[in-house]
Structures are given as structure tokens and as C-alpha cells.
């Protein structure tokens, strides 16, 4: 049977955990630059075929392809290990403490930034000829992407920084079911089709995620996006990244491990 029940995946989620704050720097700046690359491309994919197409939900539902192929060839991404590390902390897996879990995100932060970085330099190439003419249709939607998403949350002050947060837990609450759901399935298929599921769903709503931000907003300003770094960073990756965090571990991986891994005690009934 390819399913696995769920106190069977969320012992595979500890182990990941584990094994992740054991690898070498250099296996995670690896697996973080190419996590952060293909997302990086999948994004690009998506507004392509929202804009020749018109269809938004379209370009949301093909996005998970980036998605799903950076998981079955072992990247890793922030907003997945932000589940997966803390809970052998919690299950006090032997030598795993909260600096080496805040090391690991530190270099997956890197990793992630720059193959996102990466690709929106080469990306800018190819919307504009090597810089000799302006932006294609594409690399005009993206620079926008990046004034709406700053700009806009800033032009509501403090609903705003609330409205980016909150879209950011609910964001990686759905990303991280994706992660999960690459470990209930030993068959590709099976997979393939849990990770698309929860990850359509936030690309669809217009959730905030820090990876595919990490591209978005660095290729706007390389096109001549009409915000600053500093805006970027204030009103968009700073506080997207504590909402993945947040709705990562509370939402998915405290409430999958509490119930399945450590569950309550049983009733008896006389």
C-alpha cells in the first residue's frame, strides 16, 4: 500500500528533521540554491501562462510543477524546514539544539536567496534582450507584482504589516502540507498529486511566500520596479518569512506531531 497512515509519516517528518541539522554546509547551500532556483523558475512559468492565457487560476493551478520537482530531487526550501527541524527539538532528538536549528536556517535562507537571486538575473536578461530593450509583457507583470505587494501593504500602515503576516502563515500552513504530503505516499504519483493540492491553494489565493518573494521583488527592482530595497524588505520579506514560520510549525507541524506522535491518552469508558 503506498499510503502511509499518520503516526507512520510524522515519524519519517522527526527524522527528516534530524537528518537535515546533521548534513554538511555544503550539501544545505546546495540543496537550498537549486530549492530556490526551480521555485524561482515555476513563478516565472505561472505569470507566463496567466498573461498568455488570462487566466489566473490556470497559471496557480500548473505552479506546484516547480514545487513538486524540487522535492523529489532533495532541495530543500525555508518554509519546509521551518516544520521539519523544530520537531526533533521537540522530540529531543540527541544533539539537536536550537542554534544548530537556527544555523541551518540561516545557511537555507542563503542557499534559497541566492539561487532565487540567480535566476531573477537571468530572467531580466531574457525579458529584455540583455538589457537593451524594456521589459517584455512578463517582466512588466512582474515589476508590478513587486510595487503591489510593498507599496501596497504600506499604504495601510499598520493593517497592512497584519494583512502581509497573516498571508504569510497562511501561506506556509498550506506549503507545509505539501511537504508533508511528499512523505504519505511511497509512489511518485502518489506524491506528486499531495504536494499539488495545498500548494495551488496558496498560489491561487494570492498567499505570501518568502522563496517565490525572493524572486519576485529582486527581478522588479533589477527592471526598474518603482519601490526600494528597503521597501522589499520591510514591507514584504521580513514579516513573510515570521508568518511561514509561524503557520509552518503551529499549523502543521505542532498540531500533526501533538496528535499523532505524542498522543493523549485514551479514554476508557466503564
Avoid at 205 to 231: K, Q, R, T, Y
Wanted: hydrophobic residues 55%.
Amino acid at each position: 500500500m503506498s499510503y502511509l497512515v499518520p503516526s507512520e509519516f510524522v515519524t519519517k517528518m522527526v527524522d527528516a528533521g534530524e537528518s537535515k541539522i546533521y548534513m554538511a554546509t555544503r550539501d544545505v547551500l546546495i540543496r537550498a540554491f537549486m530549492a530556490g532556483a526551480i521555485l524561482a523558475i515555476a513563478a516565472v512559468f505561472a505569470v507566463t501562462v496567466t498573461v498568455q492565457t488570462g487566466s489566473p487560476i490556470l497559471g496557480a493551478a500548473l505552479f506546484p510543477v516547480g514545487f513538486c520537482i524540487l522535492y523529489l530531487m532533495g532541495f530543500d526550501l525555508l518554509t519546509g524546514v521551518f516544520v521539519l527541524t523544530p520537531l526533533a527539538l521537540f522530540d529531543k532528538r540527541p544533539g539537536v539544539t536550537v542554534k544548530a536549528i537556527l544555523k541551518h536556517w540561516g545557511l537555507v535562507f542563503v542557499g534559497n536567496f541566492l539561487g532565487a537571486l540567480t535566476v531573477a538575473l537571468l530572467m531580466a536578461i531574457v525579458f529584455t534582450y540583455g538589457f537593451s530593450v524594456p521589459p517584455n509583457k512578463v517582466g512588466q507583470v512582474i515589476s508590478h507584482i513587486g510595487e503591489d505587494r510593498t507599496l501596497g501593504y504600506k499604504e495601510y500602515g499598520a493593517g497592512g504589516m497584519l494583512t502581509i503576516f497573516i498571508r504569510g502563515v497562511l501561506c506556509n500552513w498550506m506549503v507545509s502540507l505539501g511537504v508533508v504530503g511528499a512523505m504519505i505516499s511511497t509512489s511518485v504519483s502518489g506524491k506528486v498529486i499531495a504536494m499539488w493540492m495545498p500548494v495551488m491553494l496558496f498560489f491561487a489565493m494570492g498567499f505570501e511566500h518568502s522563496i517565490v518573494n525572493m524572486f519576485l521583488f529582486p527581478s522588479a527592482l533589477i527592471m526598474g520596479g518603482n519601490f526600494s530595497i528597503m521597501d522589499y524588505m520591510i514591507w514584504n520579506e521580513i514579516p513573510v518569512v515570521l508568518g511561514n514560520l509561524i503557520g509552518g510549525i503551529s499549523l502543521t507541524g505542532l498540531t500533526l506531531y501533538t496528535t499523532h506522535m505524542k498522543t493523549a491518552p485514551k479514554r476508557r469508558f466503564n
